[in-house]
Structures are given as structure tokens and as C-alpha cells.
């Protein structure tokens, strides 16, 4: 299919003239807002199903990609061309990436348009729309980008919507806290970003992705350095930096819990669909600056860290919305993790499954509590300790709820397991295969007992058991059918089924791609395909028809390639490790979902019995191990207020006493001196002397001039005299 | 005996005193007699000078028109003198400023 720049554009640009309208104009009748917002999205979703399809089903090979370059302005300054070029590049995973986009933000959409029109009723405008198009369209636009600087524009508007959005009902003041925690938090990830890109720029002159590939097989990132570190190492960490902050990593992963106060629909978005998936897409994007910078290693830790961490503060929150939150930041240590093991196509792959179902989580917490929701106080009912039974009432949100609670949990013929089973495996075989991987390793398989456990926990406490607050359970009224409720939850919970990402039971795959080569592998397997140093020289050489790509390319090896299906018995071998690991991972997960029936279903397990026996490993799991405190305590009270004001100090100390007032003496000193020979020689020898000058001869020609006749005879004569006797 | 010398000392006379006249009096009328006694210096001259250096009759020509050219001046002279007199009311030359600016 032909491509042009005005056929891929409308993706981005269709939402963003949404948030335009929107904001000028249609913001204050709310219902117009509502329609242009979700008619937007739907025509964005349509666009990008034509990409879509023609990847998967029209013109699919695995080097297929869209390159569109557009000259953005062009400073053509004394015969040197300076041009900044815009562009989009499509290649099969931005192809799937836009398709889940599009598809995941239009059913949040219409869920909004159910789930916010109290919020509609009670004379809000359409500002909560109005930002969730622009939020759409910066992250499509981010997805689309070919170069690190659109992206890094995109990536900045989002931080701006996810700011908007969380601060949505700003007369709470928790709300208004948390927008600007997470956006301060993001904000310390993207300095980095920028100074990446900024060090990418110096060196290689270009920041598109294209150049960056080539360059980096060109070998043109070997040997230089930056402060002492290896480009590709200081640039790729920096870059990283931006995917900790925006994707919550370990460091920088306190802000995501907060993130909870926005609307739901909005937590959705941020948590499935846009925000916290464009960290993760970002580092996919930069895997082959990574890989050269050795880095791989040290993002496996960070996802394996948070990917661990994050789980175990799960484990004890009692907050409904925050066990989906935190559940979010242990999912992105999973694709972060992946990663790191070089599992590529799997970390991507985690990233579209859990976007379907943790879109679909949080829209069943939206359903739930949308329905708890008291009318006399409007407050929210969110605790969990005071729902219980909730599915007697609640039948169809329980079951799209169970579905993805079995997905994210990692059980057989959902789509959780498809993708985490394989980011498993392959850090099983790195744990096999490097020491120094076994702890990543380790941390993703606790992980996944953690995630089965305490997703379980959740789901028996709100809505199996006896209800255990009276009021809430009467109060609780589950509409009977709504379709703009329904159909997205329905859509979502039959999109976690594991056969629309993988094989089917045979192996054939149940989404047959063109590519009858390789129809033996899933569709999302053979689509996804890890670049490799050299991969791209060996895509213009594959169009060229002369070389498969599969031969061994005259790329040099890296770490990872090594362990991909080189040889017939290599691969063997991993297929092996994978069963290994896919046999572990059901296990684990069969595991966690049996000690949570114990505890929460059955009542075997008294829970009350394990928070007293490990009382401070309890509390220090609710207090989140207390990270908040150690950046606001610790780091930002002892260590960067002392800091502020040791500056301070030295500021008014020094710089103001001597710098600025110091000059000031010397500016005075300057200044009188000047103002004395400014009185003295300009002023009155100058100015008042050429007055005086001019006055004096004034005096002498009117005396002489005085009109009397027998005066001037008297000088004629006297001159005439004098002539003669100086004769 | 009566030289050049003796004539020429009379015209000098008379010319210092033409001019002490024009600059020492107010009056309008004495200081035109004033010039009388300057023109009457130089056409002494002309006459003294026509009678001991070269016998022709051009100084005697010249002191003629020296005359009648006074003669045309002290009328005119006078008729402005009387016409200042008329409207000023004196002949002070102090009192004649009209022309200057």
C-alpha cells in the first residue's frame, strides 16, 4: 500500500484538531466535547487499522517499514544547509503499537462517556476530554516519530495531560499534590532524556532512529566519549533515565500510586495505553544503543528490582485502585526486565497484553466503584475491607475482572501468560547461561508468585466472601446494561484471551501473517523481530532480494544475537529453557492463586496470623518501603535543603556581598569619577564654555555694531590713520 | 614764499577739522558743514597740486566738479534735514535710528 505523509498524519493529527476544537470552543457544552473527542478517536483507530492490516495481513515481511520524511524548517544560513527534519517510522511494532493506541483509547473513551457523566451532569465542562484527546494524540504522535527529539516533544505534552488529568478534580487537594509529584518525578527522568539526545547529537548530527541504527552499525559511537563514558553508555543511560521516570522504575517509582486520584477512565489510559507504555516503548526503540552500551545488564536489575518490589507493596495495600497501581509498576518491571534479557519481541509483546488487560482492570475498578459511589457524601468507596460479596451483585464486571485478573496472573490460554511466560524464559536462560543474571532472574519469578497472589487477594476480597459492610453492599447497584459500559469491558476481557497473541494448540498459529515462511510461529513472534547491530544494513540488502536476512549477516555478533537461533542446536536448546521456564511460570502462578484462596476464599490461612508474625516486614510494605519519606525526609530535607542552603549562603555571602554589591562600589566609584569630568570638562569648558564663547564675541560685534553713524566714521578714520602711519 | 608744502598744510587743516566736526557734533547740519570742509581739503588740493606739478587744467576740472557735486549734496542733504526736522522735531543725529535694525 502507498503511503504519504497526509495518510499516516490523521492518526496524530485527528485527535489533536479534537483537542483544539475542544479546548477553544466546544469545552463549555459538554456533550459536543464529548462526541468530537470520541469521533476522533474512532477515525484515528480506523487509520490506524489500515497500517495495521496491512502489515499483519497485506504486505507483511519482517523488514517491512514506512519511512516519511518531511523538512520541519530549514535554517539556510550562509550557504549551510541546517534543515530539521520531521518524520514518521512505521515498522511492525509501531504498526501494533498504534493498532492497541487507538483501540484501547477509543473503548476508554466511551467507557468515560459513562463512567463521567456525573461528572457531566454537575456542571463540569469538557476539560477531562478535552486533555484525554490531546493525551491520545501526543502519544500516538510519540509512537509514530522517527526521530528522538519529536518523540522527546511528544513525550513532554504527555507529562502535561498525565499533570492535567490526575489533577482532574482539583478542588481535592490530594489530587492537586499528586499532579505535580508526578509531574516533578517524570520531570527528573527527562533532563536525562534531553541530555542523551543532546550528547546523541554532538556525535552522530542526527537524532533520527535511522541515523542512530546506522551509525551504530557503522561502528561510529565506537571510541567516543563523553565526561570519560563511552557515548553509546552515556547516552543510552540517560535515554533510560527517561523510561525510569516515565514508566515508574525503581528509582523514580513513587509517583504512580499517587497518579490514582484522576478519574479512572484516565488511570486507564495512563496506566494501560499512553504514558507509562511510551517509557517502555522508548527504551524498545533505543534497544540496539543499549545493547552497544553494554546496558542490558543493568536494565535487567532495574526491571527485575521494580518488577519484585512493586509486587510486594501489592501484597498489603487495601486501597482498590492502589493494588491495580502498583500492580502496574510490576508490570513494567516485567517488560523493563525483558528488556534487559534481551527478550525484544516479548517485552513488547507484555506491553500490548497488559495494556489490554490492565485497561480492562481498571475499567472494572472504575464499574466498581462507580457503583459504590454514595450520593449522600460523594465519597468513593475504594477500601476493599469494606466491599466483599460484590459478586452477586456485580456479575459482569466480575467476570471481565476474573478474566484479566487470570491473565495478569499468568494462567495457561490468557494473554498474560503468553507474554510474561517468555520474558521468564529468557531470563531463565540468561540466569543460565551469566552468574550475574541469576538475581533478575529470581526477582521475576517472585514476582510472578507475588502478581498471581496478590491479584487474587484483591479479587476475593471485593467481590467473593461475605459482604462485610452492610451499608456499602446495599448501597452497591450494578446498572443493568449500559453499552458504553459494557462493550469496552467485554472487548477488553475477550482480548485477554491468549489466542488472538499466540499459537494456537497445534502451533499454527491462530493469526496467520502473510509470511508463509514463517507461519509456523505466532503472529506477534514473527512480526516483532529484535533488531540487531547490522540488522538494518541487511534490510536494504534483503530488498534488494540478494541475501536472507536469516543467513548469518557479516553484522558483527553481539551478546544476544549469539543466543538466537544461529544453529539448529542452540535453538533446541532454548526451546527447552523456555518449556522449562513456561512449566516454572504456570507452577508459580497455579501457586500464588492457591495460597490466596487459602487465605482469602477459604479461610484456612488466617492472613491476620502472617501481619502479626512479620509485623515490621508488614508495615514496612505499607509504607511502601517507606520510599516517600526517603525522598522527602532523607534526600530532600537533609540532604538537598542543607545543600539549598549551603548555596543560599554562599549566594548571599558571597556572590551577593562581593559579586553584586562589590561591583556596585566599584560602579559608583566609576560613576563619580566620570560625573566629575563630566561636570568639569564636558559641562563646563565644553558645553558652558562654547556658551560663554559665543556671548563674549556677541558682546564685542553689538558694541561695535551700535547704529551710530559718528562712530563708525570715527573708526573709518582712525583705521585710515592707522593705515597711513603704519605706512 | 607760498610752496606746495604751505597749500598742502592748509588742506591737511581742514580736513582734520571736516572730521573733527563730523565726529565731535550732534548736529545734523554741522557735521554736513563738516564735509564741506572735507571736500573743500581735497579740492584745495587738486588745485595746489594742478598748479606746481603739471601745467594742464584737469585739477582745476576736477575741483570744479568736487563743487558742484557738493553744491547737489548740501541740497539734497538739506531738503532730508528739513524733511527730518518736520517730522522729528529736532535735528539731534542721536534721534535718527530708523535704519538701524
Not at chain 1, 541515523?211 to 557503522?218: E, G, P, S, T, V
Not at chain 1, 475482572?401 to 491473565?407: P, S
Amino acid at each position: 500500500m502507498d503511503y504519504t505523509i497526509s495518510s499516516i498524519a490523521p492518526i496524530v493529527l485527528l485527535p489533536f484538531f479534537a483537542f483544539v476544537i475542544n479546548a477553544f470552543i466546544a469545552s463549555r457544552f459538554t456533550r459536543t466535547a464529548v462526541a468530537i473527542s470520541c469521533a476522533a478517536i474512532a477515525g484515528s483507530t480506523i487509520y490506524a487499522w489500515r497500517i495495521f492490516s496491512d502489515f499483519v495481513f497485506g504486505t507483511y515481511s519482517a523488514n517491512y517499514h514506512i519511512h516519511k520524511v518531511f523538512t520541519w524548517f530549514d535554517l539556510n544560513g550562509g550557504g549551510q544547509e541546517f534543515a530539521v527534519k520531521m518524520g514518521f517510522y512505521i515498522d511492525n511494532m509501531t504498526a501494533v503499537l498504534v493498532m492497541m493506541v487507538t483501540a484501547v483509547a477509543t473503548l476508554i473513551h466511551i467507557f468515560s462517556t459513562w463512567y463521567m457523566k456525573d461528572d457531566m451532569n454537575y456542571g463540569r465542562n469538557g476539560r477531562f476530554f478535552t486533555y484525554m484527546s490531546l493525551f491520545t494524540s501526543a502519544m500516538l504522535g510519540l509512537s509514530l516519530s522517527d526521530n528522538l527529539l519529536s518523540v522527546f516533544i511528544f513525550w513532554e505534552i504527555m507529562g502535561f495531560c498525565s499533570y492535567s488529568l490526575i489533577g482532574h478534580y482539583y478542588e481535592k487537594e490530594v489530587a492537586g499534590a499528586a499532579n505535580v509529584k508526578a509531574f516533578m518525578t517524570t520531570r527528573v527522568g527527562d533532563v536525562f532524556f534531553l541530555l542523551g539526545i543532546v550528547a546523541l547529537w554532538t556525535v552522530v548530527g542526527s537524532v533520527s532512529f535511522v541515523d542512530l541504527y546506522n551509525a551504530i552499525d557503522a561502528g561510529g559511537l565506537v571510541g567516543k566519549a563523553v565526561i570519560g563514558i563511552p557515548l553509546a553508555t552515556f547516552a543510552g543511560m540517560c535515554i533510560f533515565m527517561g523510561t525510569i521516570g516515565k514508566s515508574a522504575q525503581f528509582p523514580l517509582n513513587v509517583w504512580l500510586p499517587d497518579a490514582m486520584n484522576g478519574p479512572t477512565p484516565c488511570s486507564a489510559l495512563i496506566h494501560a495505553a499512553t504514558m507509562v507504555a511510551a517509557g517502555v516503548y522508548l527504551s524498545l526503540r533505543i534497544y540496539p544503543l543499549l545493547d552497544a552500551g553494554g546496558l542490558l545488564t543493568f536494565v535487567a536489575y532495574i526491571g527485575g528490582i521494580t518488577a519484585f518490589g512493586a509486587a510486594t507493596i501489592a501484597l498489603v495495600q487495601t486501597d482498590f485502585k492502589a493494588v491495580l497501581a502498583f500492580s502496574t509498576i510490576s508490570q513494567l518491571g516485567y517488560m523493563v526486565l525483558g528488556i534487559g534479557v534481551g527478550s525484544y519481541n516479548a517485552a513488547f509483546m507484555h506491553l500490548i497484553t497488559h495494556a489490554v488487560f490492565k485497561a480492562c482492570l481498571f475499567l472494572s475498578a472504575g464499574s466498581v466503584i462507580h457503583s459504590l459511589h454514595d450520593h449522600h457524601t460523594h465519597a468513593h468507596v475504594q477500601e476493599m475491607p469494606r466491599m466483599g460479596g460484590l459478586r452477586h451483585k456485580m456479575k459482569f464486571t466480575w467476570f471481565a475482572m476474573w478474566c484479566c485478573t487470570l491473565a495478569i496472573a499468568g494462567i495457561p490460554f490468557f494473554s498474560g501468560f503468553v507474554s510474561k511466560d517468555r520474558i521468564l524464559g529468557d531470563a531463565l536462560i540468561e540466569a543460565l547461561h551469566s552468574p550475574v543474571m541469576i538475581a533478575p532472574a529470581v526477582l521475576g519469578f517472585m514476582g510472578a508468585l507475588l502478581t498471581a497472589f496478590y491479584m487474587c487477594r484483591m479479587m476475593f476480597l471485593a467481590f467473593h466472601g461475605k459482604p462485610r459492610d452492610k451499608e456499602v453492599y446495599d448501597h452497591c447497584h450494578e446498572e443493568k446494561f449500559s453499552w458504553n459500559r459494557n462493550l469496552p469491558l467485554l472487548l477488553l476481557a475477550v482480548f485477554t484471551l491468549g489466542v488472538w497473541f499466540s499459537g494456537s494448540l497445534t502451533g499454527q498459529g491462530f493469526v496467520k501473517v502473510a509470511d508463509k515462511a514463517n507461519g509456523k510461529y505466532e503472529w506477534f513472534q514473527t512480526l516483532i523481530q529484535k533488531p540487531k547491530k547490522g540488522q538494518f544494513e541487511n534490510y536494504k540488502r534483503e530488498a534488494l532480494g540478494s541475501i536472507d536476512v536469516r543467513e548469518k549477516g557479516t553484522f558483527t555478533k553481539s551478546k544476544y544475537d549469539s543466543t538466537y537461533g544461529l544453529s539448529e542446536e542452540e535453538a533446541h536448546h532454548i526451546h527447552q529453557v523456555h518449556y522449562i521456564g513456561a512449566g516454572m511460570s504456570i507452577v508459580i502462578a497455579f501457586t500464588g492463586v492457591f495460597i490466596a484462596m487459602m487465605m482469602y476464599l477459604w479461610g484456612k490461612w488466617n492472613p491476620g496470623f502472617w501481619v502479626n508474625t512479620f509485623n515490621r516486614y508488614y508495615r514496612t510494605l505499607q509504607g511502601k518501603y517507606f520510599m516517600d519519606e526517603f525522598y522527602i525526609d532523607g534526600l530532600i530535607k537533609k540532604g538537598l535543603l542543607p545543600f539549598n542552603n549551603i548555596l543560599a549562603k554562599f549566594d548571599m555571602g558571597f556572590y551577593d556581598r562581593f559579586a553584586i554589591d562589590g561591583w556596585a562600589v566599584v560602579t559608583r566609584f566609576t560613576m563619580r569619577i566620570s560625573a566629575w569630568f563630566d561636570n568639569l570638562f564636558v559641562d563646563t569648558i565644553m558645553v558652558d564654555g562654547t556658551g560663554a564663547s559665543v556671548r563674549l564675541f556677541n558682546v564685542i560685534l553689538r558694541t561695535i555694531q551700535n547704529g551710530k553713524i559718528q562712530f563708525y566714521i570715527a573708526i573709518i578714520f582712525l583705521v585710515l590713520f592707522g593705515y597711513i602711519l603704519a605706512l | 614764499m607760498i610752496t606746495l608744502t604751505s597749500y598742502l598744510l592748509i588742506s591737511f587743516f581742514l580736513f582734520l577739522a571736516g572730521v573733527a566736526v563730523m565726529v565731535a557734533r550732534k548736529n545734523i547740519i554741522a557735521i554736513m558743514l563738516g564735509i564741506e570742509l572735507i571736500l573743500n581739503a581735497a579740492g584745495l588740493n587738486f588745485a595746489a597740486y594742478t598748479r606746481f606739478a603739471n601745467q594742464n587744467i584737469d585739477g582745476h576740472i576736477m575741483s570744479l566738479f568736487i563743487i558742484v557735486i557738493a553744491a547737489a549734496e548740501a541740497a539734497v542733504g538739506l531738503a532730508i534735514v528739513i524733511r527730518f526736522f518736520q517730522v522729528k522735531d529736532t535735528i539731534h543725529i542721536d534721534d535718527a535710528t530708523e535704519l538701524q535694525s
